[in-house]
Each structure stands twice: as structure tokens, then as C-alpha cells.
């Protein structure tokens, strides 16, 4: 008879390997994944993955790997296929703790950083070198642990971009964030003969030219299908690893929920927030509330971007990897960020164009809230108005929608009105409707294309079909929303479904800053 698995310490916010292997918690063995990329072809690897996605706990796998902690690797794949009779030296660099603001924090950072390594490794500091002189001390190390050791050196460097990001809204500080990081990085370089292994993981993908200017054989790992999972969770490890920990809990609400994240292979889950769901029993936007995404929500204001287009992105693979402090692309900044993921991809002559979505419902319905403070002006009005939504959709009253959308409008300010660049262009309206509905996770299509047009908005939800069509006039209604969705029999293409569709043509006044058509006919089964 099959004994089910016992169930065991959860590894929530644990990123050492050896905590995990000797506390006997949870750990999905991703060691396999890890000699693979050892021995393929290359010595020096970037992974990009958004925060909070296990990339620390891999660096520290690899770590205790190159040192040759064999215990620790009993019954994982890699205790079968590596030589553990050797032992390579390791010098790792974490920027992960911390702020730095200036020059001299982040120097000091450095320094400590580098003076670790050497009192774990027993290699005194050479007193010719300057203090400040980082890129030296870095190489002398690299020299002295090859020629102490007998084995070449592993480097392994965690979130290797924070000390930009940290600073990315002052866009002089994060640049001299980014002189201090290149020449660092820069021995990389000129160390090759020296290093064994080479591996940098950050959230974001800084270019060779701004950031690894001579490290040509650097390997960008990010996009390549064969390492889509070598951070995450798949369906795979949360069905057997995990099995435990399922029962009570909806396997097809936590797919809708937390999976989704894809880099062109298979999908995965964030491990924070499933790690969160099995010690809470609940489902909660746990990833997202680690980090509101300020920059990102003042960013999209500023360029006035259509709410309902950001879950349908197209971008190209160069744009996804372009990303520097003078040039933040919103597509490349949403997709690093962990607020979109690859959908599909279409591949032509020399370039490869992904179409982007958001990855789960957590992302959706959360990055839509704060849209939705951002959009009215006032952090507390969305949520009042997110709520009774759902009571109204839940009841089936179309009707009721008016007054709740009216009420909305009127209760934003004049002067915030005037202040805010996203309130000055036509598409501000539809997306304050959409981010309502993307706020409660739903099913939303945008310009649904029938064939006779493009639907607006349609949003499923409730056992019914919403159908909308906006439009914006001076100030008189003139119905033509509700007209187009007659005319051009939007309803058809729902029929089948066996549902109540509810046709709702929208019309907003320039003048009024307000609805002043709000109508509605429902088609009954």
C-alpha cells in the first residue's frame, strides 16, 4: 500500500540551502537543473527573475555544490552526478541587504562584501592596494583562491542590479550606481583564465554595453526555454513535493491564482505566495503586497497608458531585454518586474515578437487596485467601489451599474482633474471601467473581435455575459454605444453560452467629466 508523504516545515523566507536540507523542510530539487547548466556550454550566466522567485536560494545551492557539501545532496539528483572529490574556491557577492544612496555606501558595501569572501576563503587583503580600490581587490582574490585552491574560482553574484534599482527614480544616483557596478564587473573580463563558473541574477536585464562592456561570452539565461523553471514551482513539484499541503485547498483556484509565469518553457508558480497559501489556507495577493509597485504606477500615468492594453502587450525579444536607467520601456519594465509573462510568440526573419499577459489572477486583480487609487486620486475610494461591484454583478443588476460608475466619477476632484496628465486623454474613462472589473480577477476580453467588428469589453462573470461599448462626446448622449452593439450583433457571438447577456453602452462627456448615457438592454436565454 502507498504511504502518502508526511507533511514538512514549510521554507518560508529560508534561503540557505543548508537550513532547508538539515531542518527537513520542503525542497523541490532543482540540483539536476543545476549540473545541467554547469556543464553546458559557457562559463559566465545571467538569470533575470522577479523578486521574491527563489534566485538567492539558488546561488546558495550552487555555492554548497562547487564546495563539495555532499551530505547536504543526499537523495537529489545532483548527489549521483557530481564529483564530489573536488572542490572548487567560491567567492560570493550579495547586494540583496540594504540600501546604498551614495558613492561611499555602496563602496562600503563592496568592501564588506569582498572582505567576507576573503577572511571565509583565508586570503589576507595585499596592503599595496588602495581601500577604495574594489575592481583590484576583486581580481587579487580571483588570482590568489585559483593559485591557493588548485581549482579555478566560482563567482556568484545575487541581485547584481539592486543597488540601481534602489535608486532608478533619481536617475543621476542610479547612474553612478551603474559606473560603480561596471567596473566591478569588469574583472570578470579580464579573470577568465581564472574562473571556473561565472553566475549574476537580478530582476532586471541591464545591456552588455551599459553594464558588461568586454564580458561578450556572458550567457543571457532569461529567455531560454530549456531554463523557464529553473526558479519556481511547476504543476509537477506543487502535485507530488507539495501533496501534502493540498488537501482543503482548490488545485484549480491555485493554478487561476499563482500560476502563469513563463519564460518561453514551462510555466511555473511564485514560491513565496504558494508557500504562503499552505501555511495561511487562504488566498491572498501574498507576492504583490511584498512590494507595491510605485515607480511602475507613476510611470504608466506619466505616459498615459490604456489600462485595458497592459494585459495584451506585443513587444519584440530586444525590447523585453532592453532596460537602463535612461531607457525603462513600459513593456520591458512590466514584464522584469513580474507584472506580465509571455503568452505566445511569433517568430520572423532575425527577431522573435512575444505577446504578453498578466500571469494570474493575483497580478491582475492587485495591479489593477493600485491602477484604480492611482486613476481616481484616492487610495480608499476603490476599494468601497470594487466591493459593491461585485454585489451588483453577483445580483445580475446591469441597471445598477450607472449609479455605482456615476457616483465615481463625481466623486473625483476638480483639481486632481487638472494635475493628473492620465485624466487629460480620451481612454482615462474605459480605463477606470476596466481596472474595476480587472480589480476583481474576472474574465475580461478587450476589443473582442467578432465578424462584424471589435466589442469593446466583454467580462464574464456571474453567470453572465457583460457586454460594453464606450464612446465620448462633448456633452449631449447620443446613442451610439448601445446602437453599435445592436447593430453590428455583438450578442451573437454569446448565444451559445445559454447565459443572460447584458448589452451596456457607455458614453462620457468631455465637459461633465462624467457618464451621461448609461444603457442597457438585457437578451435573456
Known amino acids: 500500500m502507498h504511504t502518502p508523504p508526511s507533511r514538512r516545515r514549510l521554507p518560508i523566507g529560508i534561503q540557505t540551502f543548508r537550513e532547508i536540507r538539515e531542518d527537513g523542510c520542503y525542497y523541490v530539487d532543482k540540483t539536476g537543473l543545476a549540473i545541467d547548466l554547469i556543464e553546458s556550454p ?80 583565508g586570503l589576507p587583503r595585499p596592503p599595496r592596494l588602495p581601500p577604495d580600490d ?27 542590479d539592486k543597488p540601481i534599482l534602489d535608486n532608478i527614480q533619481d536617475p543621476e544616483r542610479a547612474r553612478e550606481m551603474r559606473e560603480g557596478l561596471k567596473n566591478l564587473y ?37 529567455l ?55 501555511r495561511k489556507r487562504q488566498f491572498m495577493p501574498y507576492w504583490f503586497e511584498t512590494g507595491t509597485p510605485t515607480f511602475l504606477v507613476k510611470l504608466l500615468t506619466e505616459r498615459r497608458e490604456f489600462t485595458p492594453n497592459l494585459g495584451r502587450m506585443m513587444a519584440s525579444g530586444t525590447l523585453l531585454s532592453t532596460f537602463d536607467v535612461d531607457t525603462i520601456p513600459t513593456e520591458s519594465l512590466m514584464f522584469q518586474a513580474g507584472y506580465l509573462t509571455i503568452a505566445s ?16 489572477q493575483e497580478v491582475q486583480a492587485s495591479l489593477n487596485d493600485v491602477l484604480l487609487q492611482s486613476l481616481s486620486g484616492d487610495v480608499s475610494v476603490p476599494g468601497r467601489q470594487i466591493s459593491r461591484l461585485w454585489d451588483l454583478l453577483e445580483a445580475g443588476d446591469p441597471l ?62 456571474c453567470g453572465a455575459v457583460w457586454i460594453f461599448e464606450f464612446k465620448v462626446v462633448e456633452l449631449v448622449p447620443e446613442g451610439r454605444a448601445i446602437e453599435q452593439i445592436r447593430a453590428k450583433g455583438y450578442a451573437e457571438k454569446y448565444r451559445d453560452r445559454g447565459e443572460p447577456i ?8 468631455r465637459v461633465e467629466r462624467n457618464l451621461v448615457a448609461f444603457d442597457v438592454e438585457t437578451l435573456s436565454t
Open 224 to 278: 531560454q526555454p530549456r531554463w523557464s523553471a529553473l526558479c519556481g514551482y511547476t504543476d509537477h513539484d506543487l502535485d507530488t513535493v507539495f501533496a501534502p499541503e493540498l488537501p482543503g485547498l482548490d488545485r484549480d483556484e491555485i493554478r487561476r491564482w499563482y500560476n502563469g509565469y513563463n519564460w518561453r518553457g514551462e510555466s511555473v508558480y511564485n514560491p513565496f505566495d504558494v508557500l504562503l497559501l499552505f
Open 400 to 461: 445598477a451599474l450607472r449609479d455605482l460608475f456615476h457616483a465615481f466619477f463625481a466623486s473625483i476632484p476638480n483639481d486632481w482633474y487638472r494635475n493628473s496628465p492620465i485624466a487629460q486623454f480620451e481612454g482615462y474613462w474605459a480605463s477606470i471601467f476596466y481596472s474595476h472589473f480587472a480589480a476583481l480577477g474576472l474574465d475580461i476580453r478587450v476589443e473582442d473581435t467578432t465578424n462584424k467588428g471589435r466589442i469593446d469589453m466583454v467580462v464574464l462573470a
Open 42 to 121: 559557457g562559463t559566465a550566466f545571467l538569470l533575470s527573475r522577479p523578486r521574491r522567485f527563489g534566485k538567492s536560494l539558488l546561488v546558495d545551492t550552487l555555492k554548497e555544490l562547487f564546495e563539495g557539501n555532499r551530505a547536504l545532496f543526499t537523495g537529489l539528483a545532483a548527489e549521483a552526478r557530481w564529483d564530489w572529490s573536488r572542490r572548487y574556491p567560491v567567492i560570493r557577492i550579495s547586494f540583496g541587504g540594504g540600501v546604498a544612496h551614495t558613492a561611499s555606501q555602496f563602496g562600503y558595501r563592496v568592501q564588506s562584501n569582498l572582505q567576507a569572501n576573503r577572511t571565509a576563503l
Open 186 to 222: 569588469s574583472v570578470l573580463k579580464d579573470a577568465d583564465a581564472h574562473l571556473k563558473f561565472v553566475f549574476l541574477t537580478g530582476v532586471s536585464k541591464f545591456s552588455k554595453v551599459s553594464l558588461f562592456s568586454g564580458l561578450n561570452h556572458l550567457t543571457d539565461l532569461t
Open 345 to 360: 510568440e511569433r517568430i520572423r526573419p532575425g527577431q522573435i515578437d512575444f505577446q504578453l499577459k498578466y500571469p494570474n
Open 502 to 509: 447584458h448589452l451596456i453602452g457607455v458614453e462620457f462627456s
Open 134 to 160: 574594489v575592481a583590484g581587490d576583486l581580481m587579487d582574490m580571483i588570482v590568489q583562491a585559483h593559485a591557493a585552491h588548485g581549482e579555478r574560482v566560482v563567482v556568484l553574484i545575487d541581485e547584481y
